[in-house]
């Protein structure tokens, strides 16, 4: 007769018993039954990074008995992500981002683009002797890219203009200005009427 049953850990006991007086005899050792593997649950889960662990309990008794690891999954070299578009003025960024959770990996640079040269301006006005300067700037960062010269204009002459008209006894004189800045271009006596 099974006088206490064994467990999965601990041994039971048998024997006779006695059917008058309950009194057992020839008492012998029933080995411990071992777990039996059965339930497994997931306590942490495994990251790209980290290792994660199993708990695993006796399908018999219920019991938690072992627990085994789940090795790091690695990342996985994903999505890439623009953080800094490329410009005239300064190269891009790009980072390459983990799939599983997220981690930048790895950055990855975006050439510089091009200028974009906008319309010549006027930078200074040529005059009539001096010449001028056109500039061209990029229309998107506003960097000088060249310069160009603008030739002198030249005199305009005017009409003949007296400025003394002649007298008996005194000459007389006519000028030519430009109209632009004033310059005297020509002049001519007019001689005294009473010469």
Known sequence: M????????????????????????????????????????????ATCLEDGLINVYCDRCGELFSSKGISALGHTEGTEKVVRTAS??????????????????????????????GKF??????????????A????VCGTLLQTSPLPALGHTPGKWEVVREATEEQDGLIRIECTECGEILNSQVIPATGK
């Open 2 to 45: 099974v006088i206490k049953a064994a467990t999965c850990t601990e041994p039971g006991i048998r024997g006779h018993v006695c059917n008058r007086c309950g009194i057992s005899e020839d008492q012998e050792e029933i080995p411990a039954r071992g777990h039996i593997e059965g339930r497994e649950e997931v306590v942490q889960e």
């Open 88 to 117: 005239c003025l300064q190269e891009g960024l790009i980072h390459v981002i983990c799939d599983r959770c997220g981690e930048v990996l790895s950055t990855k640079t975006i050439d510089k683009t091009e200028h974009v040269p």
């Open 121 to 134: 301006e006027m930078y200074k006005k040529p005059t009539c002797t001096t010449d001028g300067l056109q």
């Open 136 to 139: 061209q700037y990029c229309t």
